[in-house]
């Protein structure tokens, strides 16, 4: 077993697993979701907030994004990343890899790396596993990742194969950057990221040419990359039986509440998304009986709140009928008052699961949420 993940408990019935990640800025308890802070912050929020009214153990920050402003040594001679950004536990940074491919102009791929235009001012960057790995220790990551090609959905099976082989090959070097420049020494980890599409024989020859080099953790990468959900379970499901037991799993990007309880089943310990952060700046908000929107004129003299007997900062002060009213005039408190309880939402849910797991009763529990959750999304089309 490795030294740096406990695996606490596992599940029965399904793939389910309760953990612990120990990192250089604390231990995180596992299944957990990471809010996403891509620009050095989650949008609307300050760290306190975060940390107390979230509940988050860990963020997520963007390579890419940090490294084209302010950059990564401006970070590192601001004392790294935690001090820059006021944030003392862990953290895990994107080897930006992906916002190369989809966010940069004219990006090519060479076997070195790939080199883009920047989408803030058209200027030339080259990313490969040198640089992806020394932004990442200027920046102070406790939880680096890997550059990898992530081929896009769909894709020709040859096409996949040559993504995953350079995907292998990539990892391989940026374990050695990171081993020489003594980041992995020091308690840092590296993840490498699994590819292989919608093939699963390619789905697991990735993840096992991986677990071959022997990371820290692994993360499942090249889903929810525009194939439909039946397709990004499967596979999720292809690639987690053939990581490594004893080290943690990631997916990346995703997803909705139903999506990550079925990931957990599937043996999934780590999320990230966008998706709660984002929709609440649209007036979205989670409950357990689905997403429902805030404009919407029902609530108008709702005195209720979100969700009755949650407990979040939002959920304890205010009621929807004033959610409603600072949307629709406008405030931008509105977008700190939704970000904060979708977020918590999010993490409360995780909470749940690792209770659900330690008390050995998570699949039917699991698939009783999921029910409830899906007949409210369904109610509310």
């Not at 990359?225 to 943690?248: H, I, S, Y």
């Not at 749940?352 to 529990?365: K, L, T, V, Y």
Request: proline share 5%.
């Amino acid at each position: 077993m490795s030294e740096h993940f406990q695996l606490i408990k596992k599940d029965a019935e399904t793939g389910a697993r309760r953990g612990r990640l120990k990192t250089l800025h604390g231990a995180i308890e596992t299944p957990i979701f990471m809010p996403v802070g891509t620009q050095a912050t989650v949008k609307g929020l300050t760290p306190r907030q975060i940390k107390e009214d979230v509940g988050a153990q860990i963020i997520l920050g963007n390579t890419y994004h940090l490294n084209l402003r302010p950059g990564s040594e401006l970070i590192r001679d601001a004392g790294g990343l935690h001090k820059f950004m006021s944030w003392d536990g862990p953290i895990l940074t994107d080897s930006g890899g992906f916002q190369a491919f989809s966010l940069a102009k004219l990006s090519k791929l060479t076997e070195e790396g790939v080199a883009f235009q920047s989408h803030l001012d058209g200027s030339k960057v080259f990313l490969g596993p040198r640089e992806v790995m020394t932004i990442q220790a200027n920046l102070g990551s406790d939880i680096a990742m890997v550059i990898d090609e992530c081929p896009p959905y769909p894709c020709k099976k040859d096409d996949c194969v040559k993504a995953v082989e350079r995907t292998t090959r990539w990892a391989k070097a940026c374990k050695e950057i990171a081993t020489d420049n003594g980041f992995l020494g020091s308690g840092h980890h590296v993840f490498a990221i699994a590819q292989g599409s919608e093939f699963e024989d390619l789905r697991r020859r990735s993840a096992e040419e991986l677990a071959e080099l022997d990371f820290p953790g692994y993360a499942i990468g090249g889903v929810s990359v525009g194939e439909p959900e039946p397709e990004m379970l499967k596979q999720v499901r292809a690639t987690a039986p053939f990581l490594p037991e004893d080290k943690p799993r990631y997916t990346m990007g995703l997803g909705t509440p139903p999506q990550m309880l079925k990931m957990i089943a599937a043996g999934v310990d780590m999320f990230d998304c966008v998706l709660p952060s984002r929709v609440a700046r649209n007036g979205a908000f989670f409950t357990p009986d689905g997403m429902k929107n805030i404009r919407n004129s029902r609530f108008a003299t709702d005195l209720k709140p979100l969700v009755v007997g949650m407990e979040n900062y939002t959920c304890r002060n205010f009621t929807r009928a004033y959610l409603r009213h600072l949307t629709m005039a406008k405030e931008m408190l509105s977008c700190t008052l939704l970000t904060l309880h979708n977020l918590h939402f999010y993490l409360n849910l995780m909470e749940q699961a690792r209770a659900r797991i330690e008390a050995g009763d998570f699949s039917r529990w699991s698939a009783s949420w999921i029910e409830r959750y899906e007949a409210g999304e369904k109610g509310e089309g």
